[in-house]
């Protein structure tokens, strides 16, 4: 879809959250000069084409006590990387998977897995399970769990 | 810990991940599914934010049909200059978020630009002002999107 610069403004106006009030949508029209109707359709086809992948609550995951977060790396063949990719993304437990450049020689990993737990013990038990049960012994992997949290905020558009 | 939440909180996080009605009466129409009043999700949902469970109430763009830039990029920072390093590369306003990872690779951070050709000017700003080397790893290819949390 192609966007004109209200959608801009009203990308802009809602980046921090809808307003907690009866009729939230009226509430951003005022602020643009958009009628609830207009907000309401405008915010839809965004949706249908993608603009905004999903609208709702973002939670604080570790606030929620999902505090054990592994960033998972393979360092996949590349004429397997499709195959496993769509097998690991499947996964119940694994929240993102996308394939990433190598830096070779210091970064040789090709597909990133995000796990979400509550334990590291927990996570690891889940990896090495799913090690053994996806038969991946022979494709090299790393387990980068999550440290300090220095900034947490969802990207801004102007 | 943060306090508690009851089934009516965990009921409303589980449900409203995903996606949020749109309609005039957005919070009426959820309330309604979940069986309380308009009113009292509101007020949940102010509380879970005031103790910071949630970070927001609203959407998560796509960042390149934005026509913006967005970036995954790693850092080897030797743990005596971490503080010092950290504090360089989140006084990026293009930084959205900044993790340590137990890892030689240790410092990941995401960057969000305005336009995808940003993002390798501020890698370049970001080089230039802390001395060490940013490694960009773009997403090449997404298998799965559907990051929600059970609570």
Not at chain 1, 107 to 124: A, D, T
Not at chain 2, 48 to 56: I, P
Not at chain 2, 130 to 135: A, D, K, L
């Given at each position: 879809m192609?966007l004109?610069?209200?959608d801009?403004?009203?990308?802009a106006e ?6 907690l ?5 009226a ?8 009628d609830?109707q207009?907000v ?5 086809t965004m ?7 999903r609208?709702g ?8 006590g999902?505090t ?5 790396v393979w360092?996949?063949?590349d004429?397997?990387?499709?195959e496993?990719g769509?097998?690991l993304g499947?996964?119940e437990c694994?929240?993102l998977?996308?394939q990433r450049?190598r830096?070779?020689p210091d970064?040789?990993?090709?597909l990133f897995c995000m796990?979400h737990?509550q ?7 889940y990896?090495?399970r799913?090690v053994?049960?996806q038969g991946?012994?022979?494709i090299?992997?790393?387990v980068l ?10 990207a801004?558009?102007? | 810990?943060t306090?508690a ?5 965990r ?9 949020f ?6 919070y009426?129409a959820?309330a309604e599914?979940?069986?309380i009043t308009?009113?009292e999700?509101i007020?949940?949902?102010e509380?879970?934010?005031?103790q ?6 609203g959407p ?8 913006g830039?967005?970036?995954?990029c ?6 005596d200059r971490y503080?010092q390093?950290t504090?360089q590369?989140?006084?990026f ?6 993790y ?12 969000a630009?305005?336009?995808?050709e ?6 370049k700003?970001?080089?230039?002002r802390?001395?060490?080397r940013v490694?960009?790893?773009p997403?090449?290819q ?5 990051l929600?949390?059970e609570v």
């Amino acid at each position: 879809m192609v966007l004109n610069e209200q959608d801009y403004q009203l990308i802009a106006e809602i980046q921090g959250g809808l307003p907690l009030t009866s009729h939230p949508y009226a509430a951003i029209g005022e602020r643009i000069g958009l009628d609830e109707q207009a907000v309401i359709d405008r915010i839809d086809t965004m949706l249908t084409s993608g603009v905004i992948k999903r609208l709702g609550i973002v939670v604080r995951h570790r606030e929620l006590g999902y505090t054990a977060n592994a960033m998972v790396v393979w360092d996949v063949p590349d004429e397997r990387l499709d195959e496993l990719g769509e097998r690991l993304g499947a996964l119940e437990c694994i929240t993102l998977c996308y394939q990433r450049p190598r830096r070779l020689p210091d970064w040789p990993y090709n597909l990133f897995c995000m796990i979400h737990g509550q334990e590291r013990s927990k996570v690891l038990a889940y990896i090495d399970r799913l090690v053994e049960s996806q038969g991946l012994s022979d494709i090299p992997h790393k387990v980068l769990f999550s440290g300090r949290r220095f900034k947490q905020r969802g990207a801004r558009y102007q | 810990m943060t306090p508690a939440l009851d089934d009516i909180d965990r009921a409303i996080l589980n449900r409203y991940q995903g996606g949020f009605p749109i309609c005039e009466r957005p919070y009426q129409a959820a309330a309604e599914q979940l069986g309380i009043t308009e009113q009292e999700l509101i007020q949940r949902l102010e509380r879970m934010l005031a103790q910071k469970q949630l970070s927001r109430f609203g959407p998560m763009y796509h960042a390149e049909r934005l026509g913006g830039g967005l970036s995954l990029c790693a850092m080897r920072i030797p743990e005596d200059r971490y503080e010092q390093v950290t504090e360089q590369v989140n006084s990026f306003p293009e930084v959205a978020h900044n993790y340590a990872r137990d890892h030689a690779f240790n410092m990941w951070f995401v960057l969000a630009t305005e336009t995808p050709e940003r993002i390798d000017a501020v890698l370049k700003e970001i080089e230039q002002r802390t001395g060490f080397r940013v490694y960009n790893m773009p997403k090449l290819q997404e298998f799965f999107i559907g990051l929600k949390f059970e609570v």
